[in-house]
């Protein structure tokens, strides 16, 4: 059983800079894990993923701004979050999935965060 705590949101104006920390309890080593993000309205999108080989994704449309890291010895995943645009504002939570072939499908995925939320104003 993993379970996932969410941190690190809140309200910053566009161009600046949030880090997101996601703490998991329960051995991860086997899992991939993601961020994703919903909006009002919108479906849940898939940020950023890391395999547990260590290789990492970035969808094109953070691509260049994010960047997904985990601590294994700390058990917690991270989402740095550079010139943030209005776009990027969403409810961001974070999973885990074993043998995940589509990174960026959140049915692929088991265990979810509660979410912590990002605002950036114009």
């Known amino acids: 059983q993993v379970q996932l705590v969410e941190s690190g949101g809140g309200s910053v104006q566009a161009g600046g800079s949030l880090r997101l920390s996601c703490a998991a309890s329960?051995?991860?080593?086997?899992?991939?894990m993601g961020w994703f993000r919903q909006a009002p309205g919108k479906e849940r999108e898939g940020v950023a993923n890391?395999?547990?080989?260590?290789?990492?994704g970035i969808a094109d449309s953070v691509k260049g701004r994010f960047t997904i890291a985990k601590d294994n010895a700390k058990n917690t995943l991270y989402l740095q979050m550079n010139s943030l645009k209005p776009e990027d504002a969403a409810m961001y939570y974070c999973?885990?999935?074993?043998?995940?072939?589509?990174?960026?499908?959140?049915?692929?995925?088991?265990?979810w965060g509660q979410g912590t939320q990002v605002t950036v104003s114009s």
């Open positions: 890391i395999d547990p080989d260590g290789s990492t």
């Open positions: 999973a885990a999935g074993y043998l995940v072939a589509a990174k960026y499908d959140p049915y692929e995925y088991n265990y």
């Open positions: 329960g051995n991860t080593d086997r899992y991939s």
